[in-house]
Every structure is written in structure tokens, then in C-alpha cells.
T-cell receptor, first 114, second 112 residues
Framework: GAVVSQHPSWVICKSGTSVKIECRSL??????MFWYRQFPKQSLMLMAT?????????EQGVEKDKFLINHASLTLSTLTVTSAHPEDSSFYIC??????????FGQGTRLTVV | GENVEQHPSTLSVQEGDSAVIKCTYS??????FPWYKQELGKRPQLIID?????GEKKDQRIAVTLNKTAKHFSLHITETQPEDSAVYFC???????????FGTGTRLQVFP
């Protein structure tokens, strides 16, 4: 099956700093990728839809200036959490779809802001 | 926008019994309904999915039913095993390449 790889798997950063998370589709081209956030014991909440070559579409309530998404190529989307605060600590997961198949998820990134 | 509700939030069954998890969705334009199993700290794993042109789909011990009129779909696991213990999420989208809206999750515990 298709492979989506996320990096890093976990990261600890200081409050006020920025963190970049990468999502790569390793064996297929993804014109669209999705970013989700999952707090402990909660569901996956869609943050934004990442479109290759254009601006991301953010869900209501998600701050676009805080969560910067760049989809510069058909195989890479990045999420940058800017000026991170402890409340941004969460499990961030990306997904990508290949035409005609199901969504493939990255392994997730556990962000801890101290 | 789409809203997906899922029940129950927790479910405990004895090994060998059946488990049923139910979801309802709000957007009649949704036509793709996958179910995921997620273990702690891991990515969601697709276990079965169904499209709106089908009423039921089965894969060994797992089945999904869809009632488009009522806008609800259910996951059925028969002959449960301890390794089925995990959190299960339903989801809905307007096509398998569109964004997924997830249900709130069900923590299933299967006791030996």
C-alpha cells in the first residue's frame, strides 16, 4: 500500500519557539494532504486541507497565522507551529489520498511544548 | 459542515461476543464512510469502508452497514478477541479523496 511518512515522530520545544513538521508521500503524488490534531483521548480534528501550489484551506477556529502550511511539491506538505505554547501540545497527523483509494496516514508527530 | 456522532464512547465485551458501534452523520452529500482502529500513539488503521451505493459490506469478522435515509452507519465485530481492544473511529467524507470528518471515538475493551 501507499506510504505516508511524517517527521519528526516526536519533538519537545520551548514555549515561544516554532516547530516544523513534514509530511511526505513516498510512493505517490498527492495534490491534496490533510492535517489533523488529536488531543489525548479525543478524536482527530481536521485543521486544514493542504493544496499543492496554492494556499491551504483552514477549518473554522484554526489560526492560519499560527499554523503555517506549505505544500510546495506533490510529495511534501509542511506544518509549522509558530510561537508554540503548552496548549499546542498535541498529536499532529497528516494524511494523503491517491485517486481511487483510501486515505493514508502518517505515523503522527507528538509535540510537547515546555 | 459535516458533523459525525458516535456511540458508545466506551464498550466492554467478553471475548467471543459481538460488538456494535454506531455513527450518524449530518451531511447528506457524504458518500464515503470508513472505519479506523487506532492503538495508543499510533496512526489510524483503516479496517473497513463503505460507499453510499452499498448497504452492507463484510470482511471476515468485521461488517459495516449503512442506512442512507436515516444517515447512520454501524460497525459490527463478531467473535471479538483481546487484540481487537483499541479505539475505533468512524468518519465521513464526500469522496475518498476529500477531507474526513471523524466521530468522537469508541474505546473497545475485550476481556479474555
Amino acid at each position: 500500500g501507499a506510504v505516508v511518512s511524517q517527521h519528526p515522530s516526536w519533538v519537545i520545544c520551548k514555549s515561544g519557539t516554532s516547530v516544523k513538521i513534514e509530511c511526505r508521500s513516498l510512493d505517490f503524488q498527492a495534490t491534496t494532504m490533510f492535517w489533523y490534531r488529536q488531543f489525548p483521548k479525543q478524536s482527530l480534528m481536521l485543521m486544514a486541507t493542504s493544496n499543492e501550489g496554492s494556499k491551504a484551506t483552514y477549518e473554522q477556529g484554526v489560526e492560519k497565522d499560527k499554523f503555517l502550511i506549505n505544500h510546495a511539491s506533490l510529495t511534501l506538505s509542511t506544518l509549522t507551529v509558530t510561537s508554540a505554547h503548552p496548549e499546542d501540545s498535541s498529536f499532529y497527523i497528516c494524511s494523503a489520498t491517491r485517486a481511487g483509494t483510501e486515505a493514508f496516514f502518517g505515523q503522527g508527530t507528538r509535540l510537547t511544548v515546555v | 459542515g459535516e458533523n459525525v456522532e458516535q456511540h458508545p464512547s466506551t464498550l466492554s465485551v467478553q471475548e467471543g461476543d459481538s460488538a456494535v458501534i454506531k455513527c450518524t452523520y449530518s451531511d447528506s452529500a457524504s458518500n464515503y464512510f470508513p472505519w479506523y482502529k487506532q492503538e495508543l500513539g499510533k496512526r489510524p488503521q483503516l479496517i473497513i469502508d463503505i460507499r453510499s451505493n452499498v448497504g452492507e459490506k463484510k470482511d471476515q469478522r468485521i461488517a459495516v452497514t449503512l442506512n442512507k435515509t436515516a444517515k447512520h452507519f454501524s460497525l459490527h465485530i463478531t467473535e471479538t478477541q483481546p487484540e481487537d481492544s483499541a479505539v475505533y473511529f468512524c468518519a465521513a467524507s464526500k469522496g475518498n479523496t476529500d477531507k474526513l470528518i471523524f466521530g468522537t471515538g469508541t474505546r473497545l475493551q475485550v476481556f479474555p
